[in-house]
């Protein structure tokens, strides 16, 4: 009779990722939020391109699902801050767009043009037009004299001539850029559109954040506060920076490791009718004093405003210097 060996089986080793995906994924009992370490782990990885496809998107969705926490997402921004070593530009404002208006027009660019005018330099940074039906930044720089900045040369040129700089995200982090444009597969936007505002690369003195959904105000500003940043993070109008200034207004804030708050009234005696459409020479003609705009100037000088807040003007001063520098701005 023929001996017949064993069939030997290896089990197949776990890959490295996976204990993430499980933490996120384990139940109602047995999932977690990741620590701060486990967070920028996980990112470096994804970062680093050492995961599957298929893990990748069942981690962003379980995040989603979940809702990120301050510590994942200080975590998140370590990892990203590691790998994108820029050059020291000496920049005032970080200014995150990665929203898109659908209702009103970009306004919080004119107060950017107006801000840079005025000697402070600002970063601007966005994630390319995913979602249908939206007006994004990109679309706009060369109608309003913007540049589109590729490298970070370029984007200290920008600074120098005293005009906002925008370099896309895809030029900074393409791996970043990857999992939002992963939005149209996914069906859902994932918590990468939200976390890439408070990135913050080049450091500057403060960071502007518009977060849409309430409850991830507070969120965004205990994240930056552990990355010792300062923030102020509003619900902007369409989730961009910008004051609107038909509705109250809440400001979360943090400088200097201390949190604040603060509440801005509504600056319009009634709401505005929404326009029936977006012409974005619209936005050119105010700037040069050829039209106006009720809504869309009042959205402008709250705008600078803010971020003359974060910079440590009162509010009161804010708002009178704001007004100054949209007079004067050259037209």
């Known amino acids: 009779m023929t001996d017949i060996a064993p069939l030997m089986l290896e089990t197949p080793a ?35 391109g050492k995961v599957e496809q298929t893990q990748l998107g069942a981690f962003l969705m379980l995040l989603r699902h979940k809702e990120e926490s301050a510590e994942e997402l200080a975590g998140f921004t370590d990892a990203l801050r590691a790998r994108v070593q820029p050059p020291s530009l000496g920049v005032d404002i970080d200014w995150p767009s990665y929203a898109g208006k659908k209702r009103h027009l970009p306004w919080y660019l004119l107060a950017a043009k107006c801000l840079a005018a005025n000697g402070w330099r600002i970063f601007m940074h966005g994630g390319g037009a995913h979602t249908a039906g939206r007006l994004y930044t990109e679309q706009l720089l060369e109608t309003l004299e913007v540049p589109l900045c590729r490298d970070w040369a370029s984007v200290e040129t920008a600074m120098e001539a005293g005009l906002p700089a925008f370099m896309p995200l895809a030029d900074w982090s393409p791996a970043l850029q990857h999992m939002i444009d992963l939005r149209n597969v996914l069906g859902l ?36 506060g552990l990355l010792g940043d ?95 520098y949209w007079a004067s701005r050259t037209v």
């Open 14 to 48: 776990e890959h490295p990722f996976a204990v993430f995906v499980r933490i996120l994924g384990k139940g109602k009992r047995g999932a977690r939020s990741l620590t701060r370490e486990e967070a920028g782990a996980a990112m470096g990885m994804l970062l680093d």
């Open 230 to 324: 300062n923030v102020i993070v509003i619900k902007g109008d369409g989730g961009e920076v910008e004051i609107n200034p038909d509705t109250i207004s809440h400001l979360y804030g943090t400088r200097e490791h201390e949190a604040w708050d603060e509440e801005w009234p509504a600056l319009a005696e009634q709401r505005h009718v929404k326009p029936a459409t977006l012409d974005p020479t619209h936005l050119l003609a105010v700037w040069h004093g050829t039209q106006t705009d009720s809504y869309g100037e009042k959205a402008v000088v709250a705008t600078i405003a803010l971020a003359l807040r974060g910079l440590g003007q009162t509010r009161e001063q804010a708002f009178d210097t704001a007004l100054h």
């Open 189 to 224: 936007r994932s918590p990468i559109h939200s976390l890439a505002r408070l990135l913050n690369p080049l450091r500057a003195k403060l960071g502007l954040q518009s977060i849409f959904h309430p409850g991830y105000q507070a969120v965004h500003r205990d994240a930056s």
